[in-house]
């Protein structure tokens, strides 16, 4: 049989199932809900229509948080109908999850950004670009028109965290775009499927090398609300950054050569920073490290990773300075952290914010704030350092996951997308069940809240809360228990 016809009998298998046009539905809610006000820039050309169609008013408001709060709930439940346990338990066929993805998804493909504005910034920093002005010195308000005003307010002036690359690939979407700002913005999606697409290729193969079931793998990642929601509908470069990451943990494994993979992680930094941190792990998929206590072994594997990293850094350099814009964007690091989240240092800081608010201790009304994203930093250092001295040298992947997801929960603002830089390794880890419904729970709440940040600019926090307790109850029905063990029959040797 053709590839061709293979993958169309995945999709019409993937389409016959029930939990996947539960998926389908939930993605068409969220995209009727994205037409809300609260989703829409000022800018934007459907407000033309809105207004023609009178869905402008509070009735549409309504309506609009309720498709959107009921879409997440439905993602979120066929995320846990669709595990491999419960369907292989139930006598179900196992589905090729990039045809469940598809489908699923699809809705999304014509929304708007969904719970974010990222991309409206992503646009206007490529039309800054192209009229020859940094977006690492100055934000998008410079430059005044439809680019700049579909920017969300707060970020209107501040200079772009992003890596060159992305800042480059943005300009030249927006040429690509005929310089309309609402085309260019839905064009960023593209770079985002680039990456969803390389995640899906990558993830299971980097399982079926590493002894884990890549059916298993394949569903917590691709059928994970979090990568419909945030890199499709959100169109986050996280997306391209995370691809391009696991495609050089796979090519080191596949490949059985770090230096590659070093290579592709310069420039998965060059897209976002954080994608560096990788090129530590890569060497150890190679030649792994028996111990910390012989000093040779130690000092070889000391070279290794300074070369990996030296590697990474070089490319990620070269594209800075070849792109001309340098590293300006050190100066915008602290960017994140001007919106408050529910990230667990600056929660805990807002606590402690009102106590010292309330005895009149501090006149700046930050003090607490700052104090507690400090230690948040430094909680993820000292917890970096023990991840690597017990997993690094013989389940750097395990090292890579936790670094990953302790850096998205002590930086100073978190959001739904940064979890899956971490998340996309995670079935990896061969999680408990236990952990698993903490991941699943975590999901759950992380977008909930995106979800509700925006119905609470609608007005209507209490329908907001009653979905998000329905999204509970559906989750709190299902067992979470995954085999993450390939089948007998199907089992590879672990590579170290």
């Known amino acids: 049989m053709s590839r061709l016809l293979r993958a169309r009998a995945a999709l019409r298998e993937a389409a016959a199932a029930k939990g996947v046009r539960v998926g389908f539905l939930g993605s068409f809610c969220i995209l009727i809900g994205t037409l809300s006000p609260a989703y829409l820039p000022q800018a934007s050309p459907v407000w033309g229509v809105l207004n023609q169609l009178n869905w402008d008013g509070a009735v549409f408001k309504v309506l609009g948080t309720v498709f959107t709060m009921v879409g997440l709930a439905l993602l979120l439940e066929t995320w846990l109908r669709l595990r491999p346990a419960r369907r292989r338990a139930l006598g179900h066929p196992q589905l090729r999850h990039w045809a469940v993805l598809a489908i699923i998804a699809s809705p999304l493909l014509l929304a708007p950004p969904v719970f974010s504005h990222d991309a409206y910034s992503y646009a206007a920093q490529g039309w800054m670009l192209h009229n020859g002005i940094s977006p690492y010195e100055v934000g998008p308000s410079v430059l005044p028109g439809y680019f700049a005003d579909q920017v969300a307010w707060v970020w209107r002036d501040t200079t772009a965290p992003y890596g060159p690359l992305a800042l480059k690939m943005s300009h030249g979407i927006v040429v690509l775009a005929g310089f309309d700002p609402f085309t260019a913005t839905l064009l960023m999606r593209v770079p985002a499927l680039l990456g969803v697409a390389l995640i899906g290729w990558c993830t299971p193969r980097i399982a079926r090398q590493v002894g884990v079931d890549p059916a298993a793998a394949s569903w ?4 994970n609300p979090i990568l419909i929601i945030d890199f499709v509908g959100g169109m986050h470069n996280d997306a391209l950054m995370t691809g391009l990451m696991v495609m050089a943990i796979w090519l080191t494994l ?14 998965a930094a060059a897209i976002k920073q954080p994608a560096v941190l ?10 792994p490290l028996e111990g910390w206590r012989k000093p040779v072994p130690v000092f070889r594997a000391g070279l290794r990773v300074a070369a990996s990293l030296a590697v990474a850094v070089g490319v990620f350099a070269g594209i800075s300075v070849v792109t001309g814009l340098g590293f300006g964007w050190i100066n915008a690091v602290n960017v994140p952290g001007m919106v408050d989240t529910v990230s667990p240092f600056t929660v805990v800081g807002h606590i402690a914010q009102w106590v010292v608010d309330a005895f009149g201790w501090d006149p700046s009304g930050r ?3 700052n104090a507690s994203r400090a230690l948040g930093v430094v909680v993820f250092a000292v917890g970096t350092l023990w991840l690597a001295v017990r997993h690094l040298g013989q389940r750097p992947l395990h090292f890579l996951s936790w670094s990953f997801l302790l850096f998205a929960f002590c930086a100073p603002a978190i959001h739904s997308w940064y979890v899956l830089w971490g998340g996309v390794l995670f079935p990896m880890t061969k999680p408990s069940p236990r952990w ?17 940040n925006f119905a609470l600019r609608n007005g209507f926090w209490l329908l907001a809360l009653l979905v998000m307790f329905a999204a509970w109850e559906s989750l709190r029905g299902h067992t979470l228990r995954q085999r993450w063990e390939p089948l007998s029959g199907r089992q590879t040797q672990p590579v170290p």
């Open 367 to 369: 003090v607490a704030i």
């Open 254 to 267: 596949h490949l059985r050569q770090w230096w590659l993979g070093a290579l592709i992680i310069g420039v």
């Open 278 to 287: 990788a090129a530590v792990a890569l060497p150890f998929l190679v030649v």
């Open 220 to 223: 917590f990642v691709m059928c």
């Open 436 to 452: 698993l419904r903490v991941a699943v729970v975590v999901t759950a709440v992380l977008l909930s809240y995106s979800a509700m």
